[in-house]
């Protein structure tokens, strides 16, 4: 059984910068895909960036494409979310999950944890 724990977040102003982090326990990630997704209040859960299990894929929500940066360091079980040029419609809290292969990681991520709050203020 896999433990995903999100940090890193944290209130901003806009145009800051946070990098969240995603810890997996219990067994290693390194063969899954790795996706963050986020909520805001009132709002559906969104696929935020995805990465391949040998980080050789990306994929982002054109939201955030061009200011936030995945990226995984699987000597670590560890997967990032480099988050620039902060704006108030990004306040949402920000969870991790996994997946089989990035290609799914939309339709079937599993183990989710906990979520960080991420609060952008204009």
Do not use: H
């Amino acid at each position: 059984q896999v433990q995903l724990v999100e940090s890193g977040g944290g209130l901003v102003q806009a145009g800051d910068s946070l990098r969240l982090s995603c810890v997996a326990s219990g067994r290693t990630v390194s063969s899954y895909a790795m996706g963050w997704f986020r909520q805001a209040p009132g709002k559906e859960r969104e696929f935020v960036a995805a990465i391949s299990w040998s980080s050789g894929s990306t994929r982002y929500a054109d939201s955030v494409k061009g200011r936030f940066t995945i990226s995984r360091d699987n000597a670590k079980n560890t997967v990032y979310l480099q988050m620039n040029s902060l704006k108030p419609e990004d306040t949402a809290v920000y969870y991790c999950a996994k997946s089989p292969t990035i290609a799914v990681v939309t339709i079937a991520p599993s183990g989710w944890g906990q979520g960080t709050q991420v609060t952008v203020s204009s």
